[in-house]
């Protein structure tokens, strides 16, 4: 008998599997087989202008940039030149006021004168003050002198004893004395605005000698020149007043054309 017990059993231990990470496996390419043709994708072409018709539209694009361009220019020119006119106007009316238009229309229309003429002899007087007094001493809006006015109110027939120096810086009466002096200087040098305008700054008597003066005057009716500065000067701005006054508050109707009907016509 065999003494030698049998070793006990050993459990076999079982192999420790480890796992492999899954490798993607690319796919062959499927070869067509032999005798199937390759279905090709087809590729849209663009349809392509020809080369003279983009030329042709190329130029037309130009030209309606290059139109737009100088429509746009031309239009903020005149906006600019519309804008610079508006203000030169505005200026020039602030400039040239007219105050107590009613009575310079009565009284211009009751002497037969021009009220830009009347317009134009106050504001180069006193600027429309009524209270304006010169060094001189004439007083009011048309700044009449003393014997002047005394002069006025007698052909008036108001030299009474209710007359008074001091009624000349009432506006309307001196406005209605001044426009008859305007009007009497009128009728004397028939309607001529230059001589009209000196002979009330320097007297009719100083215009009546520059007219006889060949130096002057080349016919004796037409004043060629003003001798004295002052007047040339006074006579100056008075006339480009009056063509202001013209322009914004007494505008001068245009007359009517020769080829209209008249009522003798058939």
């Not at 080369?51 to 100088?70: D, H, K, N, P, W």
């Not at 009524?130 to 700044?143: D, H, K, T």
Request: aromatic letters at 10%.
């Amino acid at each position: 008998m065999n003494d030698q017990s049998p070793a006990p059993h050993r459990r076999r231990r079982r192999p420790v599997q480890i796992e492999q990470p899954e490798m993607d496996v690319p796919t062959p390419a499927v070869r067509p087989l032999p005798g199937e043709k390759r279905k090709k994708k087809k590729r849209r072409k663009r349809a392509r202008f020809p080369r003279s018709l983009q030329i042709i539209l190329g130029f037309l694009l130009a030209a309606l940039l290059l139109t737009c361009a100088v429509a746009v220019t031309k239009n903020y020119l005149q906006a600019q030149e519309e804008r610079r006119r508006l203000e030169a106007e505005a200026a020039e009316r602030a400039q040239h006021p007219l105050y107590y238009e009613s009575w310079i229309r009565q009284y211009a229309a009751v002497q037969n004168i021009d009220p830009a003429l009347v317009s134009a002899i106050i504001l180069c007087e006193s600027s429309f003050d009524p209270q304006a007094v010169s060094r001189l001493g004439a007083r009011g809006l048309m700044q009449l002198m003393e014997d002047t006015a005394q002069w006025v109110a007698h052909k008036l027939d108001e030299d009474d004893a209710a007359y008074s120096f001091d009624r000349l810086f009432d506006p309307e009466t001196n406005i209605r004395f001044g426009s008859w002096y305007l009007g009497y200087l009128s009728r004397r040098f028939g309607g001529d605005a230059k001589k009209i305008v000196c002979a009330y700054h320097a007297g009719q008597g100083n215009v009546d000698s520059w007219l006889k003066n060949p130096s002057y005057s080349s016919d004796g009716v037409t004043l060629d020149t003003i001798p004295t500065q002052d007047t040339a000067n006074y006579a100056r701005r008075v006339l480009s007043a009056i063509d202001i006054y013209h322009k914004y508050y007494f505008p001068i109707a245009s007359p009517p054309p020769d080829d209209l009907p008249t009522e003798s016509d058939d």
